[in-house]
């Protein structure tokens, strides 16, 4: 039973994303704003720092490959760059002081490039036409805005979590 907790955890953390789309008005802002929910990317970059780096390496890549499938039509997206992100924030933790704070900006940096390289990858392929400063305006800030907030709410319980099972698998 025990050995279910994490992938409980991490398949949860991945439908969160979807069900909060669910749930918040599409037209929410008057289409001003499009936040993007990337609760399942900061539960990863939970478990990197305080679970496993090498578990959250390998979660990243099956779930990048789910993302990819079912809400993506960009194959290797999230496949590629969510180990990638994970591998650079558990560096990154390594080399400065692991506080709250700095996590939190460490959270926010991961998040604002994996959302630029989304963008890019689209650019490349030609499936967006919208230039930088109304991606910026439009996606960017309200999506650091919402998984800010998030962060602020969950990371004491996610942290706990993950160093619970920690203790539990250690």
Same mark, same amino acid.
């Given at each position: 039973? @025990? @050995?279910?907790? &994490?992938?409980?955890?991490?398949?949860?953390?991945?439908?969160? %994303?979807?069900?909060?789309?669910?749930?918040?008005?599409?037209?929410?802002? %008057?289409? /001003?704003?499009?936040?993007?929910?990337?609760?399942?990317?900061?539960? &990863?970059?939970? *478990?990197?720092?305080?679970? %496993?780096? #090498?578990? /959250?390496?390998?979660? !990243?890549?099956?779930?990048?490959?789910?993302?990819?499938?079912?809400?993506? $039509?960009? +194959? !290797? /997206?999230?496949?590629?760059?969510?180990?990638?992100?994970?591998?650079?924030?558990?560096? +990154?933790?390594?080399?400065?002081?692991?506080?709250?704070?700095?996590?939190?900006?460490?959270? &926010?940096? %991961?998040?604002?490039?994996? $959302? *630029?390289?989304?963008? !890019?990858? #689209?650019?490349?392929?030609?499936?967006? $036409?919208?230039?930088? $400063?109304?991606?910026?305006?439009?996606? &960017?800030?309200?999506?650091? /805005?919402? #998984?800010?907030?998030?962060?602020?709410?969950?990371?004491?319980?996610?942290?706990?979590?993950?160093? @619970?099972?920690? #203790?539990?698998?250690?």
């Amino acid at each position: 039973m @025990k @050995k279910g907790l &994490l992938p409980l955890l991490m398949i949860a953390l991945f439908y969160s %994303d979807s069900i909060f789309m669910i749930f918040f008005p599409e037209n929410a802002f %008057d289409g /001003a704003y499009i936040p993007a929910p990337h609760f399942f990317i900061i539960g &990863l970059l939970f *478990m990197s720092v305080f679970y %496993d780096r #090498n578990a /959250a390496i390998k979660y !990243g890549f099956l779930f990048g490959f789910l993302f990819d499938l079912f809400y993506t $039509e960009l +194959l !290797g /997206a999230y496949l590629f760059f969510l180990p990638l992100i994970v591998y650079i924030t558990s560096k +990154l933790t390594k080399w400065l002081q692991s506080t709250f704070i700095t996590f939190f900006i460490i959270i &926010l940096f %991961d998040i604002a490039l994996f $959302e *630029m390289i989304v963008y !890019g990858l #689209n650019l490349l392929v030609q499936r967006t $036409e919208v230039s930088f $400063e109304p991606f910026v305006s439009m996606r &960017l800030y309200p999506t650091l /805005a919402l #998984n800010a907030l998030y962060y602020i709410l969950f990371a004491i319980p996610l942290r706990n979590a993950f160093q @619970k099972l920690k #203790n539990i698998f250690g």
